[in-house]
T-cell receptor, first 114, second 114 residues
Framework: DTEVTQTPKHLVMGMTNKKSLKCEQH?????MYWYKQKAKKPPELMFV???????INESVPSRFSPECPNSSLLNLHLHALQPEDSALYLC???????FGFGYTFGSGTRLTVV | AQTVTQSQPEMSVQEAETVTLSCTYD???????LFWYKQPPSRQMILVIR??????QNATENRFSVNFQKAAKSFSLKISDSQLGDAAMYFC???????????FGKGITLSVRP
């Protein structure tokens, strides 16, 4: 298995809703990442998990809450989002957080906040 | 702080021709990695090619090759025999050797004319 699987592919949520994005990989990668990408822009790093521990939080608002229950699974819990949070949310993984192996990306969740 | 610059927002190439995408970066690190990622309209980011800074030899992957000029901090991507499926947004990215945090350039949209 050489994939990063993200679910759902599309999500529409109201500003008062609570939802979660899910990311799964079975490649034995020990680093996992959440990125946010606006249209025609580069991905922006949100969180890094290294060996299942949160190692980087890029000053992301608390309405985004990451969780790494095990080495294969990464969640992003969403609560009280704003319309400007509408974006493509990409999950990625890499073999080792300490070396530049490059990422394997999922195909993303297209989030629309109404 | 590391920066990655892609100064051309768009390029176009005729099918079967060769095109070069430019990228420059700035870093004070001696150990780092450089990448080119492709993002087609399907939105999944795909690793095209990877270069280790300590290797003088330019990386190649089939029709894709790089011109890595370490002193000039330049990392351009050459696509030979361009195909319609090469049409996508291409991002240049940098990762320090100490961790796998990726910094992306703004990206370039490549169109391929039949």
């Amino acid at each position: 298995d050489t994939e990063v699987t993200q679910t759902p592919k599309h999500l529409v949520m109201g500003m008062t809703n609570k939802k979660s994005l899910k990311c799964e990989q079975h490649m034995g990668h020990r680093a996992m990442y959440w990125y946010k990408q606006k249209a025609k822009k580069p991905p922006e790093l949100m969180f890094v998990y290294s060996y299942e521990k949160l190692s980087i939080n890029e000053s992301v608002p608390s309405r985004f809450s990451p969780e790494c229950p095990n080495s294969s699974l990464l969640n992003l819990h969403l609560h009280a989002l704003q319309p400007e949070d509408s974006a493509l949310y990409l999950c990625a993984s890499s073999l080792n957080p300490s070396f530049g192996f490059g990422y394997t990306f999922g195909s993303g969740t297209r989030l629309t906040v109404v | 702080a590391q920066t990655v610059t892609q100064s051309q927002p768009e390029m176009s190439v005729q099918e079967a021709e060769t095109v070069t995408l430019s990228c420059t970066y700035d870093t004070s690190e001696s150990d780092y990695y450089l990448f080119w990622y492709k993002q087609p309209p399907s939105r999944q980011m795909i690793l095209v090619i990877r270069q280790e800074a300590y290797k003088q030899q330019n990386a190649t992957e089939n029709r894709f090759s790089v011109n890595f000029q370490k002193a000039a901090k330049s990392f351009s991507l050459k696509i030979s025999d361009s195909q319609l499926g090469d049409a996508a947004m291409y991002f240049c990215a940098y990762s320090p050797g100490a961790n796998s945090k990726l910094t992306f350039g703004k990206g370039i949209t490549l169109s391929v004319r039949p």
